[in-house]
């Protein structure tokens, strides 16, 4: 398949700059069998919820951090930190790449007057850098420096950070929040829960690459980024003994079910990296339904849902949010595939 294929004009004010309460976001759903689309409340999710049912959220945390520093020679510069490693070291993104070498070293300002020094250790193999702090306390200061890096599409400061992660998000790691859980609140959960719903977690942590587009000419030939997984022996048990459907909250839940597939609805407790790659044409192991938010043109996230719902499915109520001037992205209205 073409990527043009998975291209569509959408409106700059449809972007969504800031997030609304949680909770009180729209919600397109989408009938897979009939095409039929329907256009309600986030809360009204749980008319479309039958005991028996299962949500399978993520739960990865943000950790991410976007700071600036200043080169030896006093010059600025920039450090998007993607995940701590080891004892003292930083994963990280830096800008101007070309001076930030094996050797270099940043300087970054602490709140507190003080300031932290990191030195270049070595360049990762997608152009990224590992940082070294003098201690793992210097290296975990540096969670509480700087801010959380939001989508590049996002041009509005975010006043509350923790508006940026679910409400059920746990284990750090990832450098972008998987968005389709952050409408949820703790008070919907647990209405979910009290009607037989059962919620199982599991943990994919988000890379940067999730907002790059395709950007060759046959999806056949993208190369899929890698993310480091793991579902638990609880969460498979809990998805193995469902009795409804097995409905994934984000793209990034899919991609753990399906990675972790060990046959019809059944999944095997794993860890380690996918880059499992979900384009139309692909039966799907063990998801039934997906909650998503709406995704940017010729992306990988796009060519999912088309993957589950179908392409003209997706056209369709891709439009019809458009007409009902629906909110895109990050911070965006939310989207049932059922």
């Not at 600036?68 to 080891?86: D, I, N, Q």
């Not at 003994?241 to 609805?265: D, H, N, Q």
């Amino acid at each position: 398949m073409l990527t043009d294929e998975f291209d569509y004009d959408l409106p700059a004010e449809l972007i969504a700059q800031t997030p609304v309460p949680r909770g009180e976001s729209r919600l397109l759903v989408l009938h897979r069998g009939s095409g039929e689309i329907e256009i309600r409340l986030f809360p009204d999710l749980l008319d479309y919820l039958q005991a028996g049912d299962t949500l399978v959220l993520n739960d990865s945390r943000v950790t991410a951090r976007r700071l600036m520093g200043r080169r030896e020679s006093g010059a600025e510069c920039e450090a998007l930190l993607l995940r701590p490693r080891g004892e003292r070291e930083w994963e990280a993104l830096v800008r101007p790449g070309k001076r930030l070498r094996s050797g270099a070293t940043i300087e970054f300002a602490r709140r507190d007057g003080r300031t932290i020094q990191a030195c270049v250790r070595e360049s990762t193999p997608d152009g990224g850098r590992i940082l070294e702090l003098a201690s793992m306390e210097e290296r975990d200061a540096l969670l509480h420096e700087g801010v959380t890096p939001l989508p590049p599409y996002i041009h509005a400061s975010l006043e509350d950070e923790e508006r940026y992660q679910t409400v059920y998000a746990r284990e750090g790691g990832s450098a972008a929040a998987p968005t389709a859980g952050l409408h949820f609140t703790p008070e919907l959960l647990a209405r979910a829960e009290a009607t037989g719903v059962s919620i199982a977690k599991v943990t994919l942590h988000v890379g940067v690459d999730t907002f790059r587009p395709v950007r060759v000419e046959n999806i056949e030939d993208h190369e899929m980024h890698g993310e480091w997984f793991t579902l638990s022996p609880e969460a498979a048990r809990t998805i193995n003994e469902t009795t409804g459907r097995i409905i994934a909250v984000g793209t990034t839940s899919v991609r753990v079910l399906e990675s972790a597939a060990a046959e019809w609805r059944q999944v095997r407790p794993t860890t380690g990296e996918t880059r499992l790659f979900i384009t139309p044409g692909r039966e799907f192991n063990v998801v039934d339904g997906l909650l998503t938010n709406f995704h940017l043109p010729k992306s990988t996230l796009l060519m999912l849902v088309s993957a589950l719902a179908g392409c003209e499915n997706i056209r369709s109520a891709y439009r019809r949010a458009i007409e009902e001037r629906m909110r895109f992205f990050s911070f965006g209205d939310a989207m049932l595939i059922i």
